[in-house]
């Protein structure tokens, strides 16, 4: 009987040695692939921040006036003159 109980004793310990070690490594795996996010999340969330801050400066009129001058367009009666390099 002794023997028994120590067979299911050796046989339960080895069952929850084998499940610590797949978890060890199901854990590792989730680290390198949180490792990996968090990788693409670094540039992302700086990009997020630079939209942010073009479009709080978009709301500002004066902001969007000059963008718009800067792309070629004047207000109404305005001239535009496009000074073309030579080459």
């Known amino acids: 009987m002794k023997f028994l109980l120590y067979a299911l004793t050796v046989v339960a310990l ?13 854990k590792a795996a989730l680290e390198r692939e949180l490792a990996a996010l968090e990788a693409k999340i670094a540039p992302l969330s700086k990009e997020n921040a630079d939209l942010e801050n073009d479009l709080a400066s978009l709301k500002n009129s004066d902001t969007v006036l000059r963008e718009l001058r800067r792309a070629g367009y004047a207000a109404p009666g305005e001239k535009v003159y496009i000074i073309i390099p030579k080459q």
């Open 14 to 26: 080895g069952s929850l040695a084998f499940q610590l070690y797949r978890l060890a490594i199901k």
